[in-house]
């Protein structure tokens, strides 16, 4: 190396090129001109600066600082230095919040950079394609939907695909939805919406359609501990979680796009829902083919009426009321037009009304594809419709008849409902719940009640039909009648009398005979309001708290 430097140092010099005349382009540059700028040191060889404009040029080497933790301090003696320079506060002031704006401007820059290199890199890193991911996000329930949608930019846009709203579910335990949520996932979903669920659920163990009861409030709820009543109350800058009557309106604006081709619509104790708003709701989804509703304060002859009016293709109805046995509002009229307009209904559930054995009796004979019937807790049925109804082209078809809690269900039309199915009718039947708290109405006086009934053939049922799950749940006998005619005395005054309160336990003439496995469940639960046990006590609320929400 030492004699390479020597020979190299040891070399004559090239000859020099003769001196050419000075141009204008080598002229020096007047004092007037202003200096051009000079590359800044970095110890890494930045772009050439023909690349970049002058705030380009200012920024890398401003960035630049950032390199060396020392230099912080120096930044903070150079913005004295200019603060001091100042004639004004006013001016200090000015400079400081130019400083802090341009930071803030840095800042957000480098965020969203920081975004756009994320979502570079997670479109290249996820497997799937977009539509792919669209599919997957559409079998993700709502909630899990929005967690998708909130973890990179890449999932927040496949996740707003219309598909992926195509089953909308906002069921919760306590209230945390409100209409602002329902309306934007409906808008989200727009035609290729299909299902909506929205309300509250009393509890995850309790599946609709099971023979729980579903009627619930706010104060009844089996886990508040996260949840005040106070914020049921609109306050300033933050909206109930509260829905009201016009959490549906979304399905009737833009002509209508969002509930022309909606199936199925599952609505769960919304307190301030009203007949007016829910018809107006249902005369917009003319698709509908599986209507629940559960604890709403609406009417069963308004909402039936409205069913056989704009509902021609339902195939399930279920409808369980908001006060048991308080509503006799269906007339016959409005039983015959159901029918008739509504020919493929498989399943009907009406629960906790006060019905009549004729205009039932309408119902069950009328729909001719009926598999599926539910009327438990109602009020005034004798059980007289079972009559020769195994004979007809419904009772044929009939798989499951469910007549839980019926106050007034009696024991002989009970014991010649079985002598039919023992006689050959009722072929296709699987399930039959007549389970009763207060045991079954005797045949004069439905203030005797029967306990253990030995007319009823359960063994000789369960020995020819052992493909029949059969439910009978008494209580035990000697229940307290003077307590019972005190309850019954004491609302003679009001809409209803309530049901007999008994709380004795099952004695062992109880029957329960499963000769199949069937895929309906029943339990213990009744549902009469006045004789749950006290986790599920129903508060009234007054006009007053009402008076507290939005419209």
């Not at 570079?120 to 929005?146: E, G, R, Y």
């Not at 399930?316 to 046995?325: A, P, V």
């Not at 809690?405 to 039309?413: A, F, G, I, N």
């Amino acid at each position: 190396m030492d004699a390479m430097l020597f020979h190299t140092a040891a070399a004559p010099p090239p000859p020099q090129p003769p001196p050419q005349p000075p141009s204008m382009a080598n002229k020096r540059p007047c004092p007037s001109s202003p200096p051009q700028p000079q590359p800044a040191a970095s110890s890494s060889s930045p772009p050439s600066s023909s690349a970049f404009g002058q705030i380009d040029h200012l920024f890398d080497a401003f960035l630049s600082l950032a390199d060396s933790s020392s230099r912080s301090h120096s930044i903070d003696l150079a913005f004295d230095r200019l603060l001091d320079a100042r004639a004004s506060d006013r001016d200090e002031a000015l400079l400081i919040d130019r400083a802090l704006r341009l930071g803030s401007a840095i800042t957000e820059a480098a965020r969203r950079s920081a975004r756009k290199r994320a979502a570079k890199h997670n479109s290249v890193a996820w497997a799937l394609p977009p539509d792919l991911t669209i599919k997957v996000f559409s079998m993700l329930d709502s909630q899990s939907l929005c967690y998708a949608a909130a973890t990179c930019s890449l999932f927040n846009k496949c996740a707003m695909d219309p598909l992926c709203y195509t089953n909308i579910d906002l069921t919760t335990v306590v209230p945390k939805v409100n209409n602002a949520v329902v309306s934007t996932m409906i808008q989200r979903a727009g035609r290729a919406l299909q299902s909506l669920k929205l309300g509250i659920v009393p509890g995850p163990t309790m599946s609709p359609g099971s023979s729980q009861p579903l009627v619930y409030t706010i104060r009844s709820s089996v886990d508040v501990s996260n949840f005040s009543w106070n914020d049921k109350k609109t306050r300033q800058g933050k909206e109930s979680p509260i829905l009201t009557r016009t959490c549906l309106s979304p399905l009737s604006a833009d002509g209508s796009a969002a509930g022309i081709l909606l199936r199925r619509l599952h609505l769960y104790n919304i307190e301030r829902m009203d007949s007016a708003s829910l018809c107006m709701a249902l005369s917009v989804c003319p698709s509908l083919v599986d209507l629940e509703i559960v604890g709403l304060h609406v009417e069963l002859r308004q909402l039936l009426t409205s069913v056989g009016l704009n509902c021609h293709l339902i195939e399930r109805l279920f409808f369980e009321s908001s006060k048991t046995g308080r509503d006799d509002s269906l007339k016959s009229p409005t039983c015959v037009d159901l029918v008739n307009n509504c020919p493929h209904l498989t399943s009907l559930s009406l629960r906790g009304f006060k019905l009549h054995d004729c205009k039932v009796r309408t119902l069950v004979k009328g729909f001719r594809k009926l598999r599926y019937v539910d009327f438990s807790t109602s009020y005034s049925i004798t059980g007289n419709f079972l009559r020769n109804l195994g004979s007809t082209s419904t009772g044929t078809l009939l798989e499951v008849l469910i007549l839980r809690d019926c106050m007034h269900l009696k024991e002989v039309e009970v014991a010649r409902f079985f002598t039919a199915v023992l006689a050959g009718d009722f072929k296709f039947l699987r399930h039959v719940d007549i389970s009763n708290k207060e045991g079954l109405a005797s045949e004069g006086d439905w203030y005797n009640r029967s306990y253990s009934s030995s007319v009823i053939p359960f063994k000789q049922v369960m020995e020819e039909r052992p493909d029949i799950c059969l439910l009978a749940d008494f209580p035990s006998e000697g229940g307290s009648f003077s307590e019972m005619e005190q309850i019954i005395d004491s609302d003679l005054n009001s809409e209803i009398g309530l049901p007999l309160h008994h709380n004795g336990h099952a004695s062992d003439s109880s029957v329960f005979i499963s000769s199949s496995e069937s895929s309906y469940n029943s339990d213990q639960g009744s549902g009469n309001e006045d004789s749950r046990d006290s986790s599920y006590v129903i508060y009234e609320e007054s006009s007053d708290e009402l008076d507290y929400f939005p419209i």
